[in-house]
């Protein structure tokens, strides 16, 4: 077998500027939002052109959400750009579509507020994205614009998409799964190694993340069995905007990995380049999105878009002394006034609050290195630690372990916790394992995908 390398970039979220990035409404959506949005046409057309200068691959996946939210000026931009990274570089790409693909009321700013622009229906994508994998099929399903397209002579790339003309991240059929065990047969028959891309993880990110209905693909567990029990043990995804690579193993004791890639306009942003080695070893390494041309107040991109990240999450924070509605809304609780009186005065005494200060009010030990820390510092760098992966927060260490024994305490209530498809999980194994990296790297490893 040939090695292949290849390129996996996810939610370019590409945002043509000129529809309109500006204006008080803009500001105040963007404090409370992860990914950039007027720098995403600069930092695309970077991305872009580090792929096209690159000389380490001559293939690139892109894992959905190629747009920010369907709008029409957007999808015919950027498919402009990939057509011209195809013509002038020769390389070939290759697309699946998601959710903020397809959006017919999508959302702009100018100073006058926010406006709907044209938006996009699911079924006009094709027209757009034709040209970066569908045209090289060897099989199609147009109801899921889902395709089996070869990279080389001897891998074979699934990508599959959970929408469809009528809904959104649907739960995959009886007659889909079929579709896609008999593409994975005919690889096998065809002799061809195949790896299988889709825009949202199989396997939670990080285990908290199991918690949220939106984190994952509906009903996963079946699409593992049916991928990896027929010879398919690795999938590229996006999404949740993090990096990490995880691994299970079906009843039959077939491997199977599902690497997430952050996005590239939000941090952390990162471009995964892959090596298939032979049939049974994948090396995985991540690259930092390359800097970009923007008023950036002297910051490096990577810097910029961290600090983006983490005013997001300052926001979060503020808000819950500051404006306990929106602190409501963004957890999707009903908010009443007795409510958010509660809420304000817990935001206060957190936002005022070192580490030490709420370890006493737990009757927890805390290490001296830390007791004058500000809480809502720490808390900004373990949610920031999730989404970069490789967290640091592990036994052994002075703020792991602190973290450690406030979850402990909190085990006994959390006794009947189950995950979005009603599977039970143990709250303090979870929290332990999303707050510390005990498993694989999540930024560069190499991957045993057979025996």
Known sequence: ????????????????????????????????????????EAINKAV??????????????????????????????????LHELQEKSGKKVFVVTAGHDCNETPRAFNDAGRYIPQGTAFGELYDF???FGYDRAVAFDRTHMSYVADLSEDVRLLAICNDTAEARHVTYSDEFLRWIEAQAQKAQADGKMMIAMEHYPVLPG???????????????RRLIETLADNGVHLIFTGHMHNQSVNVTHTAKGNVFYDVCTGSTIGHPAYIRLVT??????????????????????????????????????RSILDSIEHDPPRF????????????????????????????GQIARLLCLRCDPSIRDDAFTEFMIDVVRSVFEGNQPYVEGTPKGDLLLRVFKRLRPFLRN???????????YETIKHTIGNYGLDDCNTVLVTAD
């Open 206 to 220: 990080q285990p908290v993340f199991a918690l949220i209905d939106d984190a994952r693909q509906k009903d996963s």
């Open 48 to 81: 872009l052109r580090y792929l096209a200068e690159s000389g380490e691959a001559d293939i690139v996946l892109i894992a959905g959400d190629l747009s920010f939210d369907g709008e029409r000026e957007s999808h015919r931009d950027f498919s402009r750009l």
């Open 129 to 131: 994205y034709q040209d």
């Open 276 to 313: 298939i080695r032979d049939a049974a070893t994948v090396s995985v390494r991540s690259i930092p999105v390359p800097d970009f041309d923007w008023d950036k107040n002297g910051l490096t991109g990577e810097a910029y878009l961290k600090r983006q990240f983490e005013r997001m999450i």
């Open 1 to 40: 077998m040939n090695e292949l390398r290849f390129f996996v970039i996810t939610d370019t979220h590409y945002f043509r500027n000129a529809l309109g990035a500006s204006g008080k409404e803009y500001d105040d959506f963007m404090s409370f939002e992860q990914k950039c949005f007027a720098e995403t």
């Open 328 to 355: 409501l809304g963004k957890l999707h609780i009903k908010s009443t006034p007795a409510i958010q009186r509660l809420v304000r005065f817990l935001g206060k005494k957190l936002n005022a609050a070192t580490v």
């Open 417 to 427: 916790l189950k995950d979005t498809e009603g599977e039970p999980l143990d709250f």
